[in-house]
């Protein structure tokens, strides 16, 4: 057992650098809530160019922003149209029904990648005895499908039905930085015709908090965002000290995620090797973990991982996810296939 464990749990478990604090420290604040404050103002312009969206607001936490998409785009007694396991479906409390009188309608796939054909399936002709669709919601990457990436023209393609349709789509960017970063393409292009994006810096980036709702003003406004989020209960007076970082996360740690991307390749490799789990193929930053052997169940192995010094979570009765990040080295990931594949095999 090592002093301290590997945690592989989440990628929202990274803590802020020394030169992270440091540019909290020395961030210049107003009171956002009153008029503004100038860091969150420079991170809000900056997230809505890095998005090609007209303006973003900086929130507290990326299911906040994910409701408050919601709720801007879809009116009460409408359906949000989904992947049957987004993070809008399974962890958010309820939340759309519960804030906004909004139906859930999960849209059952494979792989956990929504097509515009299915899409188009889903959508219903409108009449009395059916709820109208109200927005579509998409999720890049897919954290319950393993991190997977959806390709621009899958995205593209998805935005035309929704537009055929009349509806405007949500997307939940969480991890849109490290779809870009798979991708090789500017993060903009992942959003291209998205009404509402939520971006998070408290994950991949390794920011304490905070997320950004960006926007079109076409379709949404900035005044009426400010009142979503007010309402939610997040408008935040000195928010500069946490915008510093993700502005500083923006500088930094961007260009890194790459690394995470190639952690979790070699953390799915070794596990490949042992023949009590089946490791999926990342695309990104998650592994999620089978267990295949008869009477093993991730309730039973993850406190023994905890016990040898690798953290991990549940995901399903015989499923384990595994999540790299910047806290995360090379090394330590080797030391973890080693624990997993020593504790499990
Ligand atoms: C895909 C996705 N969307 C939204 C969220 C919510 O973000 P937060 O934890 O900041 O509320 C998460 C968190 O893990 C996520 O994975």
Same mark, same amino acid.
């Given at each position: 057992m090592t002093a301290r464990p590997i945690d592989l749990r989440s990628d929202t478990v990274t803590r802020p650098s020394a030169a992270m604090r440091r540019a909290i420290a020395e961030a210049e604040v107003g009171d956002d809530v009153l008029d503004h404050d100038p860091t969150t103002r420079r991170l809000e312009q900056r997230v809505a160019e890095l998005l090609g969206k007209d303006d973003a607001l900086f929130f507290p936490s990326g299911t906040q922003a994910n409701q408050a998409g919601v709720g801007l785009l879809a009116r009460p007694g409408t359906e949000l149209l989904l992947?049957? =396991? $987004?993070?809008? *479906?399974?962890?958010? +409390? $309820?939340?759309?029904?519960?804030?906004?009188?909004?139906?859930?309608? &999960?849209?059952?796939? *494979? =792989?956990? +990648? +929504?097509?515009?054909?299915?899409?188009?399936?889903? +959508?219903? &002709?409108?009449? &009395?005895?059916? &709820?109208?669709?109200?927005?579509?919601a998409v999720e890049n990457t897919h954290n319950a499908a393993g991190g997977k990436v959806m390709a621009p023209a899958t995205m593209e393609a998805i935005v035309a039905v929704a537009r055929a349709a009349g509806l405007p789509v949500h997307l939940d960017g969480a991890r849109l930085w490290n779809a870009a970063a798979a991708l090789g393409v500017p993060v903009a292009r992942l959003a291209v015709g998205a009404a509402t994006v939520m971006v998070s810096f408290s994950k991949g980036l390794g920011c304490p908090v905070g997320s950004c709702l960006a926007f079109a003003s076409s379709t949404v406004e900035r005044a009426r965002v400010s009142e979503v989020r007010k309402r939610l209960g997040g408008g935040m007076r000195q928010s500069g000290v946490l915008s510093a970082a993700a502005l500083y996360a923006l500088d930094h740690h961007l260009d890194r995620l790459a690394e995470d991307h190639a952690n979790a390749r070699l953390l799915a490799e070794r596990l490949a090797e042992c023949s009590a789990v089946r490791?999926?193929?990342p695309e990104t930053n998650i592994v999620m973990i089978d267990l295949t052997r008869e009477g093993d169940s991730a309730e039973v192995v993850i406190p023994r991982l905890a016990q040898a010094g690798v953290l991990v979570v549940p995901f399903g009765p015989r499923r384990l996810r595994?999540?790299?990040h910047l806290d995360v080295a090379r090394a330590d990931v080797e030391r973890a296939a080693d624990i997993l594949v020593a504790t499990l095999g």
């Open positions: 992947e049957a =396991d $987004a993070h809008l *479906v399974h962890y958010e +409390l $309820a939340g759309v029904a519960a804030n906004w009188g909004v139906q859930i309608r &999960p849209i059952a796939t *494979v =792989d956990g +990648l +929504l097509t515009a054909a299915l899409v188009r399936s889903a +959508l219903r &002709p409108a009449t &009395p005895h059916v &709820p109208r669709a109200g927005a579509i490791p999926s193929v595994a999540v790299t």
